[in-house]
């Protein structure tokens, strides 16, 4: 009897087994099915965006180089003649005058001798009157009267060449400038050519000096614009107002000299700064805004708006190729067209085919704007 049993309850079991798997099964999959109704029944996710139309412009190339702020006029200041220093007017930083006395050497000796000298010319101008007179009376001959005129001018001479003496020994400015750091004292015995100061000319325009390949200097004309960058500050447009005649050897490099205009408030005379030099012709490529940019592992995309086939706008990724920043936009160099339209402010959330809803106006018309490249 037990044997029995156990014979039924070995066939009953997997059967009760096999039953409570069916059942799991048909539940899940009523579950299955009940989600996917509920799926088809939700409205398709929709993302809002806005959008900028690719626009035509002219783009050049460039390239960059580091330049050097130069004043239209610099001078090392220097005195001619040795002496001791008598009167020093060097302030730091300060602006001088043209012709403002700053530093006057002791003259004394030359001041002793011009009065001597000046004595020395009234003298002889007061024989040569005598002698003229005397020569109209015929007392005295002509040969005396040329050897007064000749004593005369020899006095005058010595004067002259005193007070270019002392003018010498009485250094000023040559220009408006602003004075460097001196270190000159009254009572200093100054040898010949001994360094006073620097002095920078106060103009409203300053010189960038910068080198550039051989090939790209080949290119540039003067006349031609360049951009001056100085730290973080907006780009100062310079013209280009001589190219230097020769190519250093060692470098194959060419010095350019670029004039700013308005410097007065720019960069100091000696500063470094970046100089953004075109290269080549220009020619048509699109610009977008830099939001519409996406970068990723296979290169850089842009989102392009179109309308499917029941008239919604739909997002596609497409691959271009990106060129210059200027501002808040980007040059597409291949890959886009002009006059399409591209996902901006939000592309950062789109997929492949997603649904979009558009805010605001898109970019209007295509505008010609002046592109530079950062490369």
């Given amino acids: ?24 099964a048909a539940w899940k999959y009523d579950a299955i099915q009940d989600g996917q109704i509920a799926s088809a029944n939700q409205p398709e996710p929709m993302e809002t965006v806005t959008v900028a139309v690719a626009k035509e412009i002219e783009h050049r190339q460039t390239t960059t180089s580091i330049g050097t702020v130069l004043a239209l006029r610099s001078i090392t200041l220097r005195n001619e003649l040795a002496g001791t220093v008598r009167d020093v007017r060097l302030t730091p930083g300060q602006i001088v005058e043209a012709g403002t006395v700053l530093v006057a050497l002791d003259v ?12 020395q ?11 003229q007179n005397l020569n109209h009376e015929m007392a005295t001959t002509q040969e005396e009267v040329d050897r007064a005129r000749a004593d005369l001018d020899v006095a005058r001479a010595q004067i002259a060449r005193t007070k270019a003496i002392i003018a010498r020994k009485t250094i000023r400015a ?3 400038s602003r004075v460097g750091i001196a270190d000159v004292h009254p009572g200093q015995y100054l040898n010949e050519g001994t360094l006073l100061t620097t002095l920078q000319g106060i103009d409203n325009a300053a010189h960038v000096d910068f080198s550039v390949a051989q090939q790209v200097a080949a290119e540039l004309r003067e006349g031609e614009l360049v951009e001056v960058f100085a730290g973080a500050s907006a780009p100062i447009t310079a013209k280009i107002v001589a ?14 000299r670029a004039r700013v205009d308005g ?8 500063s470094s700064v970046r100089v953004r030099v075109p290269v080549g012709a220009s020619h048509k490529a699109v610009a977008v805004p830099v939001s519409a940019l996406r970068k990723g592992p296979q290169g850089d995309q842009v989102f392009v708006i179109t309308q499917d086939k029941d008239g919604r706008s739909r997002a596609h990724v497409q691959q271009v190729e990106s060129g210059a920043m200027f501002g808040d936009e980007v040059v597409i160099l291949t890959g886009l067209a002009t006059g399409e339209q591209v996902a901006a402010s939000g592309s950062f959330k789109l997929r492949e085919a997603a649904l979009v809803s558009i805010a605001g106006p898109g970019a209007g018309e295509p505008e010609r704007r002046q592109a530079v490249s950062l490369h």
Wanted: hydrophobic letters at 45%; glycine letters at 10%.
């Fill in 1 to 24: 009897m037990k044997r029995r049993w156990h014979r039924v309850g070995s066939v009953l079991l997997p059967l009760l087994v096999l039953g409570i798997g069916l059942g799991l």
């Fill in 263 to 270: 410097a007065g408030n720019g960069p100091s005379p000696g």
């Fill in 243 to 256: 190219l230097d005649s020769r190519i250093d050897p060692a470098t194959r490099n060419a010095v350019v």
């Fill in 108 to 119: 004394s000796v030359e001041e002793a001798e011009l009065k001597a000298q000046e004595a």
């Fill in 174 to 176: 040559p220009f408006r």
């Fill in 121 to 131: 010319a009234a003298l002889a101008k007061t024989v040569l009157d005598r002698r």
